[in-house]
């Protein structure tokens, strides 16, 4: 079931449609972004505001990250560095 989506003009980056969606985010729900929200600090704040809402991503391919778990040969739980910056 799609709860809320997010879309406009191909200017608007996609920082702009992460804030439309975090606000609509609900408890226990996962949202899938594509590989291009792939950024630490847009993540982290969605963890931080919704700590039990989940997100899934793909990562791109030069992507560095430790497998925690893996639940199929294709899925996996990982950690990632991040740097300093991204946490604040």
């Not at 985010?25 to 950024?39: G, K, M, V, W």
């Not at 560095?64 to 893996?70: A, D, F, G, P, R």
Request: hydrophobic share 40%.
């Amino acid at each position: 079931m799609v709860h809320h989506v997010a879309f406009s003009l191909s200017h608007q980056g996609e920082v702009t449609y992460t804030k439309q969606l975090l606000a609509h985010a609900p408890n226990n729900s996962l949202t899938i972004f594509d590989r291009c929200y792939l950024s630490a600090e847009l993540l982290i704040n969605w963890q931080r505001q919704h700590p039990h809402a989940h997100w899934m991503v793909p990562i791109k391919i030069n992507t560095k990250y430790t497998v925690l778990h893996s639940f199929s040969e294709c899925d996996h739980l990982v950690e990632m560095k991040v740097s300093p910056q991204a946490r604040n």
